[in-house]
């Protein structure tokens, strides 16, 4: 290992120690798992997000039991609206001086479409709205600060491997997700002439173990569909902690030198082609 290494295998420092961190849709699902996981992880302070506030409340509780010493509020937000979004970056930064991690992680799944045909325009836009533009006022905002900031930060957003394939999640869903996949890429290239030191990456995940994956496959079970060529036994939903494990990734100086990038963490399902389901011919 070099001598200009920033790290080695003995250093055990907490990943995101001292650290200001915001989750937004942290009242429950990955954004409750990574706002716990940043908490344990050294973070001087976590902003707890949710257009459900009490949720949110009940994780910063959380939070103020189990690790001494962080830091926590909890902001009723609606992500996709400009005013909310300013504010919490407004009272994170009122509250505790600077934003280093801003997780955009807030997000509908909406009902699937029996057609294409069928699809309505509003559900469309409402799904644009908090899905994609969200992130974007995420992205906005917390570069303001950052950008301020000589040490930058991390702006992590969650896409979904819906943005890269088709499957049970509404199409208006995928299109959402796959905006995001776009928003990593165009917006990091942008910031890299404001502040080099500012990280904008995306995590991919697939099924998850939420309670709002989980009213999809309740949809798709109730319309009598049957999902063509998905193993579960090969591909189990993650728990939410494995999707937030790889947040911390982004968010931490372990990963200074990705940016731009969206890393997909869904178990190989969308490398997969379903061989396990075929048996092998005889040649």
């Not at 002439?193 to 709002?212: C, F, L």
């Amino acid at each position: 290992m070099s001598n200009n290494s920033k790290s080695s295998s003995n250093d055990t420092s907490p990943r995101l120690e001292g650290k200001v961190c915001v989750v937004t849709g942290a009242g429950s699902g990955i954004g409750l798992a990574t706002a716990l996981l940043f908490a344990e992880n050294g973070a001087r302070a976590v902003v707890c997000a949710d257009i459900d506030v009490e949720a949110a409340r009940d994780v910063v509780e959380d939070i103020q039991e189990m690790f001494s010493g962080v830091r926590a509020c909890a902001i009723r937000a609606d992500v996709s609206s400009e005013k909310d979004s300013r504010h919490i970056v407004d009272e994170c930064v009122r509250r505790f001086g600077s934003l280093d991690v801003y997780f955009a992680n807030a997000g509908i799944l909406g009902k699937r479409e029996r057609a294409v045909e069928e699809a309505v325009v509003r559900d469309f836009e409402r799904h644009l709205k908090v899905n994609l533009i969200g992130p974007f006022l995420a992205v906005k905002f917390a570069s303001q600060q950052m950008v301020r900031q000589p040490s930058g930060g991390s702006i992590i957003m969650t896409a979904s491997i819906a943005a890269i394939r088709a499957d049970v999640t509404p199409l208006a869903y995928s299109c959402s997700k796959a905006g995001v996949v776009a928003l990593a890429r165009s917006a990091q290239d942008a910031l890299l002439t404001e502040n080099a030191a500012i990280r904008v990456n995306a995590v991919m995940p697939g099924g998850v173990m939420t309670a709002m994956s989980g009213a999809v496959a309740q949809g798709v079970a109730s319309e009598g569909l049957r999902v063509a060529g998905y193993d579960m036994k090969k591909f189990p939903p993650a728990d939410p902690g494995e999707i937030a494990s790889v947040v911390l990734f982004l968010a931490s100086e372990d990963a200074s030198f990705v940016k731009g990038q969206t890393i997909v963490a869904d178990g190989g399902l969308s490398n997969s082609m379903g061989f396990s389901l075929v048996k092998r011919a005889r040649l």
